[in-house]
């Protein structure tokens, strides 16, 4: 029987930063307009919140709209060269716009909201991108679909807005969807009505919504590939490393060899709703790296393949900040525990001290990036490369002495 695993990526909410809250500079004026998208009018008496990531997306300001749907907020407990969000929520779903303040310590912040409806749109796939990836004994599987929802009202459904099919040997892949400014956001993958079968309650706004699906399976030299959603897909990708494996596919064509990546690529035209994105991958797989496992996966900038990352499809960012998100949460998780065990001793203090620098070094990056001083894809690589040494740090930890054994060499 082949056995088959979920790939073990750890997602995290949108935009979690590892930082106290800053020093307080001047005081901040936050004002802006809420529009409903769908009847192009302004939102009268909806509430706005200003939430901060730093400080665990805490509340640290709210105002409600007047009749022409405008809102102003005055607060001097708000840091105008920190990092916040503008969060409305409007009939269940929720709306975010980043806060970026100008010197004078002011910010203009507009969100467009829009009606929900409970009936299924008439979704439609303008792409799909499946990524195969055979190392050592595993193939890693990662499905990209860019999901169009062309009405001007977003659809939330508790009975699922989006569904998809893998291998019926999966039983619990990862999902996660693009949020603001492409921050993976985790979704529950819900059981369907037969194995394989999945869906998630994520409410899809109008226009575009990337949603990730990665799972991991045993590779002996084959995978069958038949991911499948049930929506029409008008142009299909599949991209295959190392790119001298085989691919049989009575769907897929070969489409060269991908010049940035180094992949082998394939691809299909306007697929028609639930048509498996069918295709056998054989060959010898690449050899597995020594820093394979899914926790070293989470904690090193070497564990995403440069072939993969090198891709120049906007799409295969969303996915590859998963990575970057999850080595936030886990260095949120670690770090107070971590801290917590620091005695003093000379080692523990050298560490404590790396770390400490690590952190103020991310919240220089985030002021930076926020205040538009840094160009983004620059702010993505050195925040990432910040929090994997931090990762290493916590996975270094001096060895302490337990309290009973010090005490001891205390009365000889």
Not at 88 to 110: I, M, Q, R
Not at 208 to 222: E, G, H, I, N, P
Not at 223 to 236: K, N, Q, T, W
Not at 267 to 274: D, P, T
Request: proline content about 7%; some cysteine.
């Amino acid at each position: 029987m082949r056995r088959t695993t979920v790939r073990p990526l750890v997602f995290i909410p949108v935009l979690v930063i590892l930082l106290g809250v800053p020093a307080l500079s001047a005081a901040a004026r936050i004002q802006g307009q809420i529009t409903n998208g769908t009847t192009n009018r302004p939102l009268t008496g909806q509430k706005v919140e200003v939430i901060s990531p730093q400080a665990g997306m805490a509340v640290v300001g709210e105002a409600t709209t007047d009749a022409h749907g405008r809102f102003a907020l005055y607060n001097n407990q708000i840091n105008t060269n920190g990092f916040y969000l503008l969060q409305a929520t409007y009939e269940g779903v929720d709306y975010h716009a980043p806060v970026k303040f100008d010197s004078s310590g002011n910010a203009l912040v507009g969100i467009t909201v829009y009606d929900s409806t409970h009936q299924k749109p008439a979704l439609r796939a303008t792409s799909a991108r499946v990524i195969v990836r055979a190392e050592g004994t595993q193939a890693h599987v990662q499905d990209l679909f860019a999901i169009d929802n062309p009405l001007r009202r977003a659809y939330a459904n508790s009975n699922g807005t989006f569904f998809f099919h893998v291998p019926p040997e999966i039983k619990n892949p990862t999902v996660a969807v693009a949020g603001l400014m492409n921050m993976p956001l985790p979704q529950t993958a819900e059981n369907g009505k037969s194995p394989g079968d999945f869906y998630i309650n994520y409410a899809l706004k109008p226009g575009l919504t990337v949603v990730m699906v990665a799972y991991d399976s045993d590779y002996q030299d084959k995978i069958s590939l038949a991911d499948s959603i049930p929506y029409p897909i008008e142009r299909a990708q599949l991209f295959v490393l190392p790119a001298d494996l085989a691919v049989t596919s009575k769907l897929f064509s070969p489409a060269g060899k991908d010049a940035e990546s180094g992949s082998q690529k394939l691809e299909a035209q306007k697929l028609a709703a639930g048509t498996p994105l069918a295709a056998e991958v054989s060959g010898e797989a690449a050899a597995a790296s020594p820093q394979a496992s899914a926790e070293q996966e989470q904690s090193t900038v070497k564990v995403v393949p440069d072939s993969v990352s090198a891709v120049g499809v906007p799409l295969l960012l969303c996915f590859l900040l998963v990575l970057l998100w999850a080595l936030g949460i886990r260095v949120a998780k670690e770090y107070p525990r971590w801290k917590a065990k620091q005695h003093g001793s000379p080692v523990q203090k050298k560490f404590q001290a790396k770390m400490e620098t690590l952190l103020n070094s991310i919240a220089d990056l985030d002021e930076l990036f926020s205040a538009g001083k840094l160009p983004e894809k620059q702010y993505w690589k050195e925040r990432l490369e910040l929090k994997a040494k931090a990762v290493a740090i916590l996975k270094k930890e001096p060895p302490r002495t337990p309290p009973g054994l010090a005490a001891r060499k205390t009365n000889q």
